[in-house]
C-alpha cells in the first residue's frame, strides 16, 4: 500500500511509528505510549523479522515499562538505523506543525 501511495521507506516507518504513538493503559492502570518507551527501535525491527520481543514491566524505566528484543548479535542494520533515524525526525516534525496549528 505504501509503495503504490508513493512513499519514500522512511515515510512508511513514520506512518507506522506515528500509528502507535498513543497512550494506552497498561498494566495496574498505569498509562504508557509504546511508541515512547525504551527500546522501541529495536523492537519495530525483532517485529519486522521476526525475532522474539516482549513488552516488560520496569519500575526503574521512564514510564514504568521498555521493550525487550532479541536480536542476532549484529543488532540492527545500518540501513534499518537511518531509516529509523529517518522516520522519528519526521514524526517530531509532524508533531511541531500540528503544535503550531493548535
Do not use: K
Not at 23 to 43: K, S
Not at 62 to 76: A, I, N, T, V
Amino acid at each position: 500500500m505504501a509503495m503504490l501511495d508513493g512513499l519514500a521507506p522512511a515515510q512508511t516507518m513514520a506512518v507506522v511509528f506515528r500509528a502507535i504513538d498513543h497512550e494506552f493503559a497498561g498494566a495496574g492502570g498505569r498509562r504508557f505510549n509504546p511508541a515512547r518507551t525504551a527500546g522501541v527501535g529495536a523492537a519495530i525491527y525483532a517485529a519486522m523479522f521476526g525475532y522474539p520481543l516482549r513488552f516488560v514491566i520496569d519500575p526503574t524505566a521512564r514510564g514504568g515499562h521498555r521493550w525487550e528484543s532479541e536480536l542476532p548479535e549484529h543488532g540492527y542494520s545500518q540501513p534499518f538505523q537511518g531509516l529509523f533515524i529517518e522516520a522519528m525526525l519526521l514524526v517530531d516534525s509532524h508533531r511541531r506543525r500540528r503544535q503550531l496549528v493548535a
